[in-house]
Nanobody, 126 residues
Framework: QVQLVESGGGLVQAGGSLRLSCTASGRTFASAAMGWFRQSPGKERTFVAAINWSGENTYYAGSVKGRFTISRDNAKNTVYLQMGSLNPDDTAVYYC???????????????????WGQGTQVTVSS
């Protein structure tokens, strides 16, 4: 069993920055690929960014590439999403997810993720 807890969400003005954190329980974190997804009211959940187990490989949605950075600290069982140049379209609940297949690469496919956090709200005001 893996538990994921997101934090760091909040209200920010357009152009601002936020850093989200996702801390995982369990010993499997260090070998798991991790992803961030987001969901706005009335819309489907969509991929934001993902990172492989070592942090060497990352993958981003086109809408956030160059503005967001995903990283991880395996010693702290934590994955981060540094978000910059935020705009109102980034408003959503942000979820982290864990892919427990050993040493898999970063993926935008929600179906490969085994565990999900409860989400953290990010609101960007114009």
């Amino acid at each position: 069993q893996v538990q994921l807890v997101e934090s760091g969400g909040g209200l920010v003005q357009a152009g601002g920055s936020l850093r989200l954190s996702c801390t995982a329980s369990g010993r499997t974190f260090a070998s798991a690929a991790m992803g961030w997804f987001r969901q706005s009211p009335g819309k489907e959940r969509t991929f934001v960014a993902a990172i492989n187990w070592s942090g060497e490989n990352t993958y981003y949605a086109g809408s956030v590439k160059g503005r967001f950075t995903i990283s991880r600290d395996n010693a702290k069982n934590t994955v981060y999403l540094q978000m910059g140049s935020l705009n109102p379209d980034d408003t959503a609940v942000y979820y982290c997810a864990a892919d427990l297949a050993l040493y898999s690469g970063p993926s935008a496919d929600m179906g490969v993720y085994d565990y999900w956090g409860q989400g953290t709200q990010v609101t960007v005001s114009s």
